[in-house]
T-cell receptor, first 114, second 110 residues
């Protein structure tokens, strides 16, 4: 069984640019959540996708957007990058059988905005 | 907005020592999860507790959920270097959204 994978591992961008991060969910999982983890902090919920639809969103501006594909893999897009967007971006997949379920996290993408 | 505060923020101990870290919530937990995150990795789930007063053990780790379901502790007995990492508590919030605490960074020295 393949775990959650994310690409790329590291990324360096400059202010104002756009970035796309990718996540492959664990086999059989239909739900993907994205989190932002700033240095020294706990993860903050960005949004969740369930069967290709956004299922909920945290306190992030609209320049953070996402997609989920029919194979349940997912993308996180960030437009107009700001210095404060520098963080570890984590995705987590789960099999949603109720309101909550165990999430399995990927290793993350480290984004640096200069 | 629910806030999860963890203490201490940092802890550096010698191998073989015992330690306890804490997680306090500004509101009642829906259910509480503890995770450990190692450098370069995503968080890994250690345990889920749901019922007030619940105690769960995972080898040398003991998790306790407060009776009022607003606080929790994680006790590690005879810490080992492999226990080093960032310990995070999280509330599943009863919905799609997981709220994480600020984390306790533990370093166990050999």
């Amino acid at each position: 069984e393949t775990g959650v994978t994310q690409s790329p591992t590291h990324l360096i961008k400059t202010r104002g640019q756009q970035v796309t991060l990718r996540c492959s969910s664990q086999s059989g999982h239909n739900t993907v959540s994205w989190y932002q983890q700033a240095l020294g902090q706990g993860p903050q919920f960005i949004f969740q996708y369930y069967r290709e639809e956004e299922n909920g969103r945290g306190n992030f501006p609209p320049r953070f957007s996402g997609l989920q594909f029919p194979n349940y893999s997912s993308e996180l897009n960030v437009n107009a990058l700001e210095l404060d967007d520098s963080a570890l971006y984590l995705c987590a997949s789960s099999l949603q059988v109720g309101l909550t379920d165990t999430q399995y996290f990927g290793p993350g993408t480290r984004l640096t905005v200069l | 907005t629910q806030l999860l505060e963890q203490s201490p923020q940092f802890l550096s101990i010698q191998e073989g020592e015992n330690l306890t870290v804490y997680c306090n919530s500004s509101s009642v937990f829906s259910s509480l999860q503890w995770y450990r995150q190692e450098p370069g990795e995503g968080p890994v789930l250690l345990v889920t507790v749901v019922t007030g007063g619940e105690v769960k053990k995972l080898k040398r780790l003991t998790f306790q959920f407060g009776d009022a379901r607003k606080d929790s502790s994680l006790h590690i007995t005879a810490a080992q270097p492999g226990d080093t990492g960032l310990y995070l508590c999280a509330d599943t919030s009863g919905t799609y959204k997981y709220i994480f605490g600020t984390g306790t960074r533990l370093k166990v020295l050999a």
